[in-house]
């Protein structure tokens, strides 16, 4: 059974941080591009960041870029999004998924349940 887990998320004051965690279990990730997606009410899903599994390549998002930063840890299994100098637009639904290549509209194979980010003034 091929499972991503999302944790760590929770209520946070601006300019605090936090770190999300997505635990792997069922499979390899070798050679997949591990991806951290957010939600917020009433807006589309969008991209945060991604990293190649294999190599540590990563892409942010500009809204993300300098605040957050992405990892794994190979020996766990798990990938890790590191939350800093948060603002309340960060808010959001916070997913972990997981694909093959950044071809233009490739699908995700696979999704974690979400975990909530939800960021005070």
């Not at 917020?40 to 540590?56: L, N, Q, Y």
């Not at 990892?71 to 603002?87: E, H």
Request: proline share 3%; charged share 15%.
């Amino acid at each position: 059974q091929v499972q991503l887990v999302e944790s760590g998320g929770g209520l946070v004051q601006a300019g605090g941080s936090l770190r999300l965690s997505c635990a792997a279990s069922g499979r390899t990730f070798s050679g997949y591009i591990m991806n951290w997606l957010r939600q917020a009410p009433g807006k589309e899903r969008e991209f945060v960041a991604a990293i190649h599994w294999t190599s540590g390549i990563t892409a942010y998002a500009g809204s993300v870029k300098g605040r957050f930063t992405i990892s794994r840890d190979n020996a766990k299994n798990t990938v890790y999004l590191q939350m800093n100098s948060l603002k309340p637009e960060d808010t959001a639904v916070y997913y972990c998924a997981a694909r093959r290549t950044v071809a233009p509209a490739s699908p995700y194979d696979y999704w974690g349940q979400g975990t909530q980010v939800t960021v005070s003034s």
